[in-house]
């Protein structure tokens, strides 16, 4: 009877690890020379401030999920970011300003080129 309830408790364990890790959300994971868009800091601006600023480029990819960026058209100082804060940038011009103005349903950017605006 013993064997039985460990047997049984070893699957439910197993079940249950699967569902948790089911609804982890899964890490975007970017390369060196990437170009990423960093999120600003929420303060006490307007509704309409950006809440991403970039693009910059990932220049080395560090242990644990960080990544150090600099600005793609400046040369200086560096940062070193934890990769909830970064999201892909977009495609078109890799040295133009861009600003996002808000979020999509599918918790994505929407992007603005301020070039434009």
């Known amino acids: 009877m013993r064997k039985v309830v460990l047997g049984r408790m070893a699957e439910q364990a197993e079940k249950d690890k699967i569902r948790y890790d089911s609804g982890k959300a899964k890490v975007k994971r970017f390369s060196k020379g990437e170009y ?46 934890c990769h909830e804060h970064l999201r892909s940038a977009p495609k078109f011009g890799v040295h133009s300003n861009v600003a996002v103005s808000a979020m999509n349903k599918n918790n994505e950017p929407e992007f603005v080129n301020e070039h434009n605006v």
């Open 36 to 81: 990423v868009l960093l999120q600003e800091p929420p303060r006490l601006g307007t509704k309409l401030s950006p809440k991403f600023d970039g693009p910059y480029e990932v220049k080395k990819v560090l242990p644990h999920d960080r990544y150090e960026i600099r600005r793609s058209n400046q040369r200086g100082r560096s940062r070193k970011v």
